[in-house]
């Protein structure tokens, strides 16, 4: 059977067996369509069944969730954990709440994971879970009862050494403190079983901060390559959470002016640089939406999601040089990424995972507009979680200089395997090739020497 034939094969059989999962459609075919060139070279993926197999996660996990909301009332959610892939170390990956939140989503983001774990060059592998519960709105009680009941189921089915959860959308450390409070209740252990802790319980210095740092050293490799620096550059970031805001905050430290944020409801467009000062203040302390920074600085712009162009996000509608998109899935369409090259940018950089359309990609490609997929780019955040958990099983604490210095040699060697990756196949300078067949072909290899499991 031709290469072709086979991932079309695949496609299919994922699609027929697992209906409505149209993000994890996306997530697949994304990765399968660059595995071409490697699957040429080396038939062992195909004669192993590694297509077949790496599209089904090892195990799914679906739970009810119940909680009792302030008035009294019983209510319930959906929990999920998806243990995608253990080949290469125990399943490692976030926990989202949002209302959107679905089987084919977390699985599209289990999937990713697999291979952004794998590019890291550390023992993990791949996972995701969360909830369609939706923070916005709840009470600190609230929040806390609906965390000890999700982590009483999910307490069943992770562990040190076999399923470690972190954070990701609407999961920060108030979140990740009352989950870990509440495995140590049920089980009596102090166990390193979530990454994302506090400091002092645990946490690493620097993990707060590691995916917005981790994106902006990715962008900064990217333009070195080109002999290019963040220097005086003009950047649009979207999103105001935790990615958004330290990916602003090493913008603001390599030289660059992020002009943009945003969240669900709106966004800000600052000409003269993103007050970190007061994002934090609104977002980190406050939990309020970024209307309240326009209430601040009179001479910032807000324009409501309600009120952007049709079919854009008007973050993209922003003249910059470089572009990080860092709130969520799918947020830069080809309208935007049409936009962006209009007004003179040169890079996008994903904090987000898959926040750019496969049409925006193949526009990105097309034009030469530099692209820095998520896989690799946003992958510093579960490479320091994995340095957490290293300190945890040796009772270690590393400085925050340590571990940020770790943090960007790691993403060095992330873009370089990219890098060297995109030339051995033939496509020099095609991260987003270089990264698939990189992170693909370890774990391929891992479950080949692991037999028919
Ligand atoms: P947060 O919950 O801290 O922030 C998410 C931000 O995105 C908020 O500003 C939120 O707005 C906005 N947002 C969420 N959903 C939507 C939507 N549907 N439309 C518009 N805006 C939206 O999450 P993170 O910063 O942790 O995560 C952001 C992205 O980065 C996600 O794709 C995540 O998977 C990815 N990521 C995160 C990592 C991490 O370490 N945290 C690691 C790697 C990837 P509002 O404030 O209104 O809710």
């Known amino acids: 059977m031709s290469v072709q034939k086979y991932i ?64 009294g009332k019983i209510q319930t959610n959906i929990g999920y954990r998806v243990q995608f892939n253990s080949a290469i170390g125990p399943y490692k990956g976030g926990l989202r709440f949002h209302p959107s939140v679905n089987l084919g989503i977390i699985k599209f983001l289990g999937f990713e994971q697999i291979f952004k774990n794998s590019l890291t060059g550390l023992p993990i592998g791949g996972g995701k879970g969360g909830s ?19 982590m009483t189921e999910l307490s069943k089915h992770i562990g040190e050494t076999k399923d470690v959860p972190a954070g990701d959308i609407g999961v920060g ?50 333009l070195a390559k080109r002999g290019d620096t963040l220097e005086g550059k003009v950047a649009t970031v979207s999103g105001s959470g935790n990615v958004a805001i330290y990916t602003i905050q090493k913008l603001y430290d390599l030289g660059a002016k992020p002009v943009t944020c945003s969240d669900s409801r709106g966004m800000i467009y600052h000409e003269k640089g993103i007050d970190l000062h007061t994002l934090k203040l609104i977002k980190e302390v406050e939990r309020k939406g970024l209307d309240e920074y326009a209430q601040i600085h009179k001479d910032a712009v807000y324009i409501p999601v309600g009120k952007y162009p049709e079919g854009t996000n008007a973050v993209w509608g922003v003249p910059c040089d470089i572009a990080f998109p860092s709130a969520t899935q799918n ?19 994903e904090g987000a995972n898959m926040p750019s359309t496969p049409e925006a990609i193949h526009y990105m490609m097309e034009n030469k507009i530099m692209y820095g997929p998520a896989k690799a ?10 340095l957490e958990m290293s300190q945890n099983a040796s009772m270690a604490t590393w400085s925050f200089a340590e571990v940020d210095s ?42 080949i020497d692991q037999g028919a499991v």
């Open 8 to 71: 079309h094969k695949v496609m299919k059989s994922t699609m027929e067996s697992t209906p409505g999962q149209a993000e994890f459609y996306q997530a697949v075919e994304e990765v399968l369509s660059t595995l071409e060139p490697l699957l040429q070279a080396e038939p062992k993926y195909d004669k192993y069944n590694i297509l077949e197999r790496i599209v089904i996660p090892e195990r799914q996990i679906l739970f009810r969730v119940v909680w009792m909301d302030d008035a």
């Open 331 to 349: 947020e830069l369409n080809f309208a935007d990424i049409k936009n962006l090259h209009k007004n003179g940018c040169i890079l996008v950089t």
């Open 377 to 386: 780019a946003n992958a510093g955040g579960v490479a320091t979680s994995q």
């Open 132 to 150: 369609n519960f939706d923070p916005k709105g709840k009470s600190e009680g609230e929040i806390m009862r609906f965390c000890q009941s999700f």
């Open 406 to 447: 770790k943090l960007n040699s790691i993403m060095k060697n992330i873009f370089n395997l990219s890098y060297e990756t995109s030339k051995e196949f033939g496509d020099e300078g095609n991260l987003m090739m270089g990264a698939n067949i990189a992170g693909f072909r370890k774990v391929a290899d891992s479950m």
């Open 173 to 222: 450390g108030r979140e990740i403190g009352y989950m870990f409070g509440e495995y140590k209740r049920i089980t009596g252990n102090f166990e390193g079983i979530l990454t994302g802790k506090g400091l002092n319980w645990g946490g690493s210095l620097a993990r707060t901060e590691a995916t917005g740092f981790g994106s902006v050293y990715f962008a900064e490799n990217i």
